[in-house]
């Protein structure tokens, strides 16, 4: 009944109630290039004019911008050159220790990122600072594990106009069961239509894209500061149970929205205006990912299976702010 002693020290009420500091994030257009060959841009192709403009720094300078570009015209369209999930990094630095929270108290060992939602209000910056607003925006009773949701808003330097916003989805092993009522406590404060139960359709895809992530891409990843040593460390994901280090699912999500971007975006990333991945299973880096994709009016529906397991390693859907011109 180990998990049992841990769910009671859960106080929903302590939980609830606790006030995050506002915290911030800088990042340069390095870091943005950076993660974007993390997750897979130019891996297959060093010229892929698809994704160059991610990654490509022109006659050293600052800025990254794609060839035939203009600098005036560079500083009115340097937004297109990040991808939305760059977003998912704003929050490393601001998602705080879950056990460190009055009233939450729990085996860190049994954590596990289950999903991730993005929305994006503007085209993200090249570079600036990034001013990060949190609170837990769900707490639910599962019985045997308790889910926590923490939703946090993203600020561009001194503007009080939201950015972004990650709602980042917890799930405690072992910690449920602190319900003193009937049914299990469930609190919830935003709306559920934003998160509708996804359903992978049996017709066949729209379109699908084939990747291959590289055997160093966790050691690549984990240098946009996700720095867990369970995708790096083979002694560490040895202890977790998996025979070697696995890739970041975050890696996985952005290796996912690239291939929307590139198959049904006609490579234009500020046509997503929300996303969501949920993490089913995970990948070893060297293994080949395949992107589902099913279009259904200005949402897409989409899959990740692993080719050389066939197992089914992330789902969610895509939002985007238009339908494309050509379709």
Known sequence: MEGRSNSVMINPELVLAYKFPESTFRYTERDAALYALGVGACGRDAVDANELKYVYHSDGQQFIKPLGVTFDLLLQQWHYLVLPTFAALFILDSLPDLSSLPGMEFDPRLLLHGQQYIEIHKPL??????????RIAGLHDKGKAAIV????????????????MNRTTIYLRGAGGFSKSSPPYSFTSYSSNQSPALKIPKTQPFASFEDITQASQALLYRLSGDYNPLHSDPTVAEIAGFPRPILHGLCTLGFAIRAIIRCICQGDPDMIKGLSGRFLLHVFPGETLITEMWLQGPRVIYQVQVKERNKAVLSGH????RLPSQL
């Open 125 to 134: 910056p090249a570079h600036g600072c990034i001013r990060n607003k949190a």
């Open 318 to 321: 895509v939002d985007l702010n």
């Open 149 to 164: 949701e923490i939703e946090t808003a993203s600020y561009a330097d001194e503007s009080e106009e939201p950015l972004c």
